[in-house]
Structure formats: structure tokens, C-alpha cells
Nanobody, 126 residues
């Protein structure tokens, strides 16, 4: 099982980035997937998640209205479109996947996900 995240980088405040995470070795269309982030000295927290069907989504309050999660089951890829970026969005961003077993429930805790990508750094300058 491999989750390959990409798309991170450095951007000025107000800018945009699009993260991608391609999943291999699993039946991606059966998985709930999520994006977590971890800044210096902080715990890993969920910023966005999406059900296997794409019909349910979750956003943390800190990114609601600015970030959008989506998935393409044909390409085994989940995306995180990040707009109006702020310096406090600076973190390493991780994608995660979990077998949903047909449920549209969304998990938001890091211990609820078994499969993780390697992380991609996002740096937002003021």
C-alpha cells in the first residue's frame, strides 16, 4: 500500500496550492480519505475528509470556506484545493486512507486511519 502526496510548496499569504495524493495497492474507491496537517510543536489534526462515495465531507473550522477536498476514484487520487492561504496554514500535510466498509461515516482522528502518505510541506509566508 502506498500513498504518494505531492503539490506542497511555498506561497505567499492569500495564494493557493493544490495537494494531490495517489493511492496504490488498495481498493481506493472503498476507502474514506482525509488530509491531516502537523505544524511545529502541534499535534496532527484533520483539516478535511471525504467519504468513499464523495457524498460526505468534513472541514475543520480553521479551513472551512477556504479548502476543498475532492476525489477521483477512477484515478485513485484525492485532492485538497487550498485557497486564501494564511501563515498559520504552514505545516506538513499528510493524506490518509481507511477502509470504509460501505459506511459514509467520516473519521477525523489520526488513530482511525491505518494508511498514511509521507507528507508534503506547505509554507505560507506573510
Amino acid at each position: 500500500v502506498q500513498l504518494q502526496a505531492s503539490g506542497g510548496g511555498m506561497v505567499e499569504a492569500g495564494g493557493s496550492l493544490r495537494l494531490s495524493c495517489t493511492v496504490s495497492g488498495r481498493t481506493f474507491s472503498s476507502d474514506a480519505v482525509a488530509w491531516f496537517r502537523q505544524g511545529p510543536g502541534t499535534e496532527r489534526s484533520c483539516v478535511a475528509a471525504i467519504s468513499w462515495s464523495g457524498t460526505s465531507t468534513y472541514y475543520s473550522d480553521s479551513v472551512k470556506g477556504r479548502f476543498a477536498i475532492s476525489r477521483d476514484n477512477a484515478d485513485n487520487t484525492v485532492y485538497l484545493q487550498m485557497n486564501s492561504l494564511k501563515p498559520e496554514d504552514t505545516a506538513v500535510y499528510y493524506c490518509a486512507a481507511q477502509e470504509a466498509r460501505g459506511s459514509t461515516w467520516i473519521w477525523t482522528q489520526h488513530y482511525q486511519y491505518d494508511y498514511w502518505g509521507q507528507g508534503t510541506q506547505v509554507t505560507v509566508s506573510s
